[in-house]
Nanobody, 117 residues
Framework: QVQLVESGGGLVQAGGSLRLSCAAS????????MTWYRQAPGKQRELVAT???????NYADSVKGRFTIARDNAENAVYLQMNSLKPEDTAVYYC???????????WGQGTQVTVSS
């Protein structure tokens, strides 16, 4: 069973930066898209950023210009560089890979990001 392992979360002051990483425990066939989601307490999980196998990216309006998603196809890994962090970015961040001939989703366990004001 493939596992996605996230790292890089933590506590940071407003205006600071963090870099999240997510890597698969083994090679995954045909990864179509890699996505970061987040879920704040009492809120629904929301899409933060996604990158396709072709390199196309999409961002939530709330993070455009501050966050950058990147992928390493050879390593089956995805990264999220988060700059100019705000308290409202506080959430558990999850990575998701859509992969396979009939794509299905794989999820990481989540990593906590806390931004203090």
């Amino acid at each position: 069973q493939v596992q996605l392992v996230e790292s890089g979360g933590g506590l940071v002051q407003a205006g600071g930066s963090l870099r999240l990483s997510c890597a698969a425990s083994r090679s995954i066939f045909r990864v179509v898209a890699m996505t970061w989601y987040r879920q704040a307490p009492g809120k629904q999980r929301e899409l933060v950023a996604t990158i396709t196998s072709g390199g196309s990216t999409n961002y939530a309006d709330s993070v455009k210009g501050r966050f950058t998603i990147a992928r390493d196809n050879a390593e089956n890994a995805v990264y999220l560089q988060m700059n100019s962090l705000k308290p409202e970015d506080t959430a558990v961040y999850y990575c998701n890979f859509m992969a396979g001939l009939v794509p299905k989703g794989y999820w990481g366990q989540g990593t906590q990001v806390t931004v203090s004001s």
